[in-house]
């Protein structure tokens, strides 16, 4: 019965494998399962389009932040190998719960060995033996494991948040690379209207050769700058394509704009009380309270488990039916368990110090990271509101004057270099605001971790 039944169980497992694989060999590769065991949670509209992207027919519309993340948590190989602990770590629980097996014993004794005829002349049995942890051994164990899997899925939420961190920064970068060339392009167009600008005056004598360079110069410096930010935009792009874990998205378009103006949600004192809750603060207790469960099961360590066994023969003079049932344990007169138990304290110490400087390490993060938004946010009002007006309307007034005759070309050339490096300043004032943002972000709102279902469904 037990063999047909493992046949059926053969048969339709080869019939499932073979559905799935047939199902995946379509045009597009198979989407991935947004629902499995440590999948994010994402809401329908951004699993649409994570599905979209998974596949690998031509992306028509553009990337949003959210969805970004939503790729790299559903496919990004350090998330995958963190998942894949957590899956161990549900393993090794589950293992710890389970007792030994028993053991089969097959005795032949009192064998004669000068006369008599030899092995029916003996003692026979046959019997099992099993042995029997000392009481509160298996419940720790089954504690030490279960903690073992909260450790690692804290510390697979520890790596969500970084990377959601790293994802969102990069998001940022591209899109601050994509803007830094746009910006460059205008510039290099200006510049070269000023050269032709330059030589025409030249040639028609209303200026000097001086004048000429001078243009030509800053010319093919803006062209230098040019190329060094598309350069800059393929190296952000590659980055952002390995974080997502799918590097065929390179040449993806990324859709919304940096923000240039800080959320109030970030400003606000209140925020240094969500640090409790944030993965790496969780990861430390989680790790505490294993190191004091382990510290427990040392205690019980010089207990000893007894064995017991129970076995029914034969003697072979009389053939006699006999039933012996026998106990034995280990005596604790040299092991002690003094070493593991000095270990244990040890380790709870350790994760105790590990417990305050993630603590104290989280409080420093935020107030760095929330002095630097604030900093980034004051720079980029100000260039904003008061620089880059300044240099745009210095701009007009030089290209009134000199078109009056009033300034010289040089002033113009001038003039305009500084308006050019401002507004490229400008750019990266507003793209060290979005990194700052990503940080308290990550700091104060982690993604969503949901934790693993398949621990409770072993063999």
Avoid: C
Avoid at 168 to 180: N, T, Y
Avoid at 225 to 234: D, M, N, P, T, Y
């Amino acid at each position: 019965m037990k063999q047909i039944l493992m046949m059926r169980w053969f048969r339709f497992s080869v019939l499932a494998v073979l559905l799935t694989v047939g199902g995946s060999r379509g045009g597009a590769a198979q989407a991935p399962d947004l629902a499995g065991t440590n999948a994010p949670k994402v809401d329908d509209a951004v699993r649409r389009r994570i599905m979209q992207y998974h596949s690998l027919t031509p992306i028509l519309t553009p990337m949003t932040v959210d969805e970004a993340v939503g790729l790299a948590l559903a496919h990004n190989p350090e998330i995958r190998a963190a998942g894949a602990r957590v899956d161990a770590a549900a393993g090794r629980a589950y293992q710890a719960k389970q007792w030994s097996n028993p053991e089969l014993e097959l005795n032949s004794e009192d064998w004669p060995v000068s006369h008599g005829h030899g092995f029916s002349d003996a003692k026979q049995t046959l019997g099992v033996a099993q042995t029997l942890p000392y009481p509160g051994k298996k419940a720790l164990d089954k504690q030490v494991g279960d903690a073992g899997v909260k450790l690692s899925e804290a510390e697979l939420a520890v790596r969500r948040t970084e990377i959601a961190r790293a994802v969102k920064a990069g998001f940022f970068r591209v899109l601050a690379s994509e803007r830094l060339v746009a910006v460059s392009t205008q510039l290099v167009a200006v510049a070269e209207a000023s050269a032709a600008t330059a030589r025409k005056r030249v040639d028609a004598g209303a200026g000097t050769y001086q004048e000429q360079l001078r243009a030509e110069v800053q010319l093919e410096l803006a062209r230098a700058e040019l190329s060094g930010f598309q350069r800059e935009l393929a190296s952000a792009r590659q980055v952002f394509a390995t974080l997502l874990g799918q590097p065929e998205l390179i040449k993806a378009r990324l859709a919304g704009s940096l923000a240039e103006a800080p959320a109030a949600r970030l400003m606000e004192e209140a925020g240094a009380a969500q640090l409790a809750k944030h993965p790496s603060a969780v990861a430390a207790q989680a790790n505490l309270d294993r190191a004091q469960l382990e510290g427990r099961r040392a205690r019980l360590a010089p207990y000893p488990d007894v064995k017991v066994g129970v076995s029914g023969g034969r003697l072979g003079e009389t053939d006699q039916s006999i039933i012996q049932l026998g106990f034995s344990l280990p005596l604790p007169l040299i092991d002690r368990g003094k070493g593991k138990q000095q270990e244990a304290r040890a380790n709870v110490s350790a994760a105790e110090a590990e417990l305050d400087g993630v603590r104290q390490q989280l409080q420093r993060a935020w107030a760095n990271a929330r002095q630097r938004y604030e900093t980034a946010a004051a720079q980029v009002a100000s260039y904003r509101e008061r620089m880059l007006p300044k240099a745009a309307e210095a701009l007009r007034l030089v290209q009134l004057g000199f078109e009056q005759g009033k300034f010289s070309f040089m002033d113009l050339l001038d003039t305009q270099r500084t308006t050019a490096e401002a507004r490229l300043a400008y750019q990266g004032k507003v793209l060290e605001l979005n990194l700052a943002q990503a940080e308290l972000e990550a700091l104060l709102q982690p993604p969503v971790h949901r934790a693993s279902t398949t621990r409770n469904s072993m063999p």
